[in-house]
């Protein structure tokens, strides 16, 4: 499916964002290999954008989502601590007394949440089989000293903050942290987005393909640097596109990068927290979606040696992606998915892929599909009728070619 052979996208976009489905369309044009595609936008709780494209691929094709699955684990975090279950200045210790260890009495749950804590991994570093599995990877992080002092400096925690969030969860309600995903946020809206995929669905799941190989002559990749190969576990994996592609990553719900979903699972999570979902109020208010997507990090990211930006157990997006303005906020994946909200314009995003992008190319593609998101939001803004483009309502199929 490249060069001339046509592609085709599938769905349907609502009145006023046919230029969505155009920038959708020149991003599918753009794969240089085969590429299954998904993006779904929710205004104000209802679906404005739905399309998807790839061989075998449909609405409800399932994939591996990486890092968009710190999102699911961590409105997970905000809804306790809007309910007070939690609270963002305690002592992790106070909750899980064994992270207390090693000069971690003091680390907050804030400082936790905004990978602050200086646990990002081990120095051994964890195996595939581990990776795969929160409650092993909390139990060894217990004993592990950090690798700066906490609260004076960050770096992503990028296989690990789930694991570590996911045990003060556990620890202060006795469920996991998938348990209450489930409870309050998955199963009431029957959202594709699942930390821990069911049998039944395997048939669904689409596998995750390496990223194309970069174009020129091949030279060797550069050595990772200490804490980026400790973080990520390099030794063991050295191509992260395999992690969900093991059964043991997709069933035990690994909350940092194991969690599986289609675009529109993981939108309607975000339009159900932002705006609320069949008639359902918001699931946080606004104060709570405020403190968590303030900016708590920024600055020189110690483990990717980047300058890289956080709030509390979600990534800021302003300066990424300027025209979102400073309250969105949700996570990005490894191999280019992205979901998010933006309360001020009640608007829910997902785009899913599932073959790593040569390296800034998805940035690129999330870059032209919200603005042309944005640019439908502010057209449409005071005119929400619902009319299909093109004379396709409901949840009719539209087909679009491209050469």
């Known amino acids: 499916m490249t060069g001339g052979s046509a592609r085709l996208a599938r769905g349907h976009v609502d009145a006023g964002y046919e230029g969505v489905r155009d920038a959708f369309l020149q ?9 299954g595609q998904q993006l779904a936008v929710y205004r104000d709780g209802r679906r404005v954008v739905d399309l998807w494209a790839g061989q075998g691929v449909r609405a409800d094709t399932l994939t591996g989502v990486f890092s968009v699955s710190k999102g ?5 975090v905000a809804l306790l601590v809007q309910d007070g279950v939690l609270e963002l200045d305690r002592p992790v210790a106070s909750y899980w007394p064994e992270f207390g260890q090693a000069g971690k009495s003091a680390i907050t749950l ?4 905004s990978h602050q804590a200086g646990v990002v991994g081990v120095e051994e570093q964890f195996t595939i089989d581990e990776l795969a599995d929160d409650s092993l990877l909390a139990a060894r992080l217990a004993a592990q000293a950090p690798y700066w002092e906490p609260g004076t400096a960050f770096g992503y925690h990028g296989l690990v903050i789930a694991a570590l969030t996911g045990e003060v969860v556990r620890s202060a309600t006795g469920r996991t ?7 309050r946020v998955r199963r009431p809206h029957g959202l594709d987005f699942y930390l821990g995929l069911p049998e039944p669905l395997e048939a669904r799941y689409l596998p995750v393909q390496p990223a194309p190989p970069e174009p020129g002559p091949a ?3 550069p050595e990772p ?19 969900p592609n093991f059964r043991r990553t997709r069933a035990l719900g690994q909350g940092s990068a194991g969690g599986v979903a289609s675009a529109r699972g993981a939108a309607g999570a975000y339009a159900a927290v932002v705006s609320g979902l069949d008639g359902t109020p918001p699931l946080l208010t606004p104060d709570t979606m405020a403190e968590f997507a303030r900016p708590h990090s920024a600055g020189l990211d110690l483990v990717g040696e980047v300058e890289s930006g956080f709030a509390l157990g979600f990534q800021t997006f302003d300066g990424r992606y300027p025209p979102l303005g400073p309250d969105a906020f949700g996570h990005a994946g490894a191999a280019g998915a992205l979901a998010f909200a933006s309360p001020a314009h009640g608007l829910a995003y997902a785009y899913v892929r599932s073959r790593f992008s040569v390296q800034g ?18 057209e449409t803004t005071g005119d929400r009728t619902g009319v299909k483009a093109d004379g396709v309502t409901g949840d009719g199929v539209k087909e679009s070619r491209v050469g």
């Open 27 to 35: 991003v599918v044009g753009s794969q240089p290999l085969p590429c």
């Open 72 to 76: 699911a684990a961590h409105l997970v």
């Open 110 to 113: 804030r400082q936790l949440l």
């Open 177 to 183: 942290l998938r348990d209450w995903w489930e409870r």
């Open 219 to 221: 030279g060797d990749a």
């Open 225 to 243: 640097g200490k804490l980026l190969a400790i973080a990520f576990s390099t030794r063991h994996m050295p191509d992260l596109s395999v992690f």
């Open 361 to 378: 190319a998805a940035d690129q593609e999330n870059g032209l599909l919200i603005e042309k998101v944005m640019e439908a939001v502010t």
